[in-house]
């Protein structure tokens, strides 16, 4: 998390854009009549595979900040709840607006879970409309340009996830139609071959369907594609042992 406070040498003299009129400092001194303020945050729901939370905090100055939280139920409730919480701050006080957030809501688990992702989502739209005071991209506020380019995979989802073949058809299309040489599947779906669902250890049926699947997609991209595959926690650490050592 950046330190707003260490973002330029003191001594120095520097001119950010001019939001109100007279000139400011990178520090956020300003010698015109008022600050930059957080006047609302609003989230609206995207409703795609899962429904995406986007956060966006607005300012007096007309800058508007995107966010997002981890996807699920839940957080927009949350955010509407700690939104007073930061409405008429500066939005530059990152730090300390996210610590704030913290404090004021300790008493529902705000070290984790929906907590978090909701004060997230609010953190990010603070970085992004920082970045705009400033005029710099926010990844030179969390310390810079790492790379040009980064390297993305295919989350994929076959027609039918249990059938190998389902899944080799749908890895094939993706690196044939779509280009990419990195691919995910899960293996955490029904093979048929359970005797308890509520039980997270794999029996050697259950296994052979998840290797059936590994091979299939394999031998479907060959060398044209890195191919990863997830387990989603679902299954115990014998078990999930047992699978890494199989495919």
């Not at 259950?206 to 299954?235: L, M, N, P, S, Y």
């Amino acid at each position: 998390m950046p330190n707003y406070r260490k973002l330029r040498d003191p001594n120095a003299e520097y001119t950010m854009r001019d939001l109100s009129g007279e000139t400011m400092g990178l520090t956020g001194e300003r010698s015109g009549p008022r600050d930059v303020e957080i006047t609302d945050v609003q989230t609206t729901m995207i409703d795609g595979n899962y429904p995406w939370i986007l956060v966006r905090v607005y300012t007096d100055a007309g800058l508007v900040g995107n966010g997002e939280c981890y996807w699920g139920g839940g957080d927009a409730e949350i955010i509407d709840r700690m939104a007073p919480f930061v409405v008429g701050e500066n939005p530059l006080d990152v730090d300390r607006l996210f610590e704030h957030m913290i404090q004021k809501m300790s008493g529902e688990g705000s070290i984790s879970g929906k907590v978090v992702s909701a004060i997230s989502g609010i953190e990010i739209a603070l970085h992004d409309v920082a970045g705009k005071i400033l005029e710099v991209p926010a990844y030179q506020l969390v310390g810079g340009k790492y790379r040009d380019e980064v390297r993305i995979y295919c989350d994929c989802h076959a027609g039918d996830e249990s059938e190998p073949e389902s899944n080799a058809r749908e890895a094939e299309r993706v690196v044939e139609e779509l280009g990419y040489d990195a691919l995910k599947f899960d293996l955490d779906v029904p093979s048929g071959h359970e005797k308890d669902r509520a039980n997270r250890h794999l029996r050697g049926p259950e296994v052979q369907h998840k290797v059936d699947i590994v091979d299939a997609v394999r031998e479907a991209v060959g060398d044209r594609a890195d191919v990863a595959f997830d387990c989603h926690w679902t299954f115990t650490g014998g078990s999930a042992k047992r699978l890494s050592a199989a495919i």
